[in-house]
């Protein structure tokens, strides 16, 4: 017996990988993600927050493969300076390289350069890491590595042109996720994550709330701005998004489950 509704799972069955957040996800409850869910991605929130690596390697499975994220720039992974924690790694996980979000880096690690240590981490490592696109696609793409981009208005737009242009290696698009059709949960779940993104937060109008409690102007571009960046909905919205997204050129879709992993795990 599954742990939430059916409609939710329904939804589940077109999205095929789940980030994990180990500051707000008990990060055991991997091994309880449905089928389908072949890949796990382990999200990087400080080293305060990082997972027992060898617990977590024990997690995976002949169907299901865990890829730790790891910022280039951070010590403990810089391939450049100290890489003790990389270096400790099991081997059975894999690894997404991201540059790093500013909130967990030290002002010396923000002024190292992000391109050589990409490929350098790449270089690296055997298999296929997962290299995370915001604010360096360039040196992204430069990788060859699988692009792991951050879902927002343009990117069918971009998955189109990067098909179009030859690129014939994987693609996998990150969204969190939200499965309902209750515009204040959807908006109490990713409205403030929405609202930081530029567009949306120049629209905005000054100290506007930003969850359910938003109401006139702020309300609307909110319950507009979700659907861009953000899977939202009912199974069969979220399900008919995740499928344009494939036909456009994503190969995996990846949802963070921005309201618990339940509507995501077995009973």
Do not use: N, T
């Given at each position: 017996m599954l742990s939430s509704s059916s409609d939710a799972h329904?939804?589940?069955?077109?999205?095929?990988?789940?980030?994990?957040?180990?500051?707000e996800h008990d990060w055991r409850r991997i091994t309880d993600l449905v089928a389908g869910v072949s890949t796990v991605t382990v999200d990087y929130e400080g080293h305060a927050h990082m997972p027992?690596?060898?617990?977590?390697?024990a997690c995976v499975d002949d169907g299901r493969a865990i890829r730790v994220t790891t910022?280039?720039?951070?010590?403990?992974?810089?391939?450049?300076?100290?890489?003790?924690?990389?270096?400790?790694?099991?081997?059975?996980?894999?690894?997404?390289?991201?540059?790093?979000?500013g909130a967990y880096?030290?002002?010396?690690?923000?002024?190292?350069?992000?391109?050589?240590?990409?490929?350098?981490?790449?270089?690296?490592?055997?298999?296929d890491p997962w290299v995370g696109t915001e604010g360096v696609e360039r040196a992204a793409l430069a990788t060859g590595g699988t692009q792991f981009e951050l879902l927002s208005r343009g990117t069918?737009?971009?998955?189109?042109?990067?098909?179009?242009?030859?690129?014939d290696g994987d693609i996998a698009v990150y969204a969190p996720t939200v499965l309902t059709d209750d515009e204040d949960a959807i908006l109490d779940a990713v409205g403030a994550y929405t609202a930081r993104r530029g567009p949306v937060r120049r629209a905005l109008p000054e100290d506007a709330a930003t969850d359910a409690t938003a109401t006139g102007r702020a309300r609307e571009v909110l319950s507009a701005a979700v659907r861009d960046f953000a899977l939202v909905g009912d199974s069969e919205t979220v399900r008919e998004r995740v499928a344009g997204l494939r036909a456009a050129g994503a190969d995996h879709v990846v949802a963070y489950p921005a309201r618990g992993l339940d509507a995501f795990t077995r009973a």
């Open positions: 329904a939804a589940v069955a077109g999205i095929d990988a789940v980030a994990v957040k180990p500051a027992d690596l060898d617990a977590l390697a910022p280039v720039r951070v010590d403990g992974f810089d391939p450049l300076g100290d890489d003790s924690l990389a270096a400790d790694m099991p081997p059975e996980l894999g690894r997404v390289l991201v540059a790093g979000h880096l030290s002002d010396d690690a923000a002024e190292r350069a992000v391109a050589p240590r990409l490929g350098a981490a790449v270089d690296g490592l055997d298999g069918q737009r971009d998955l189109d042109g990067l098909r179009a242009a030859g690129f």
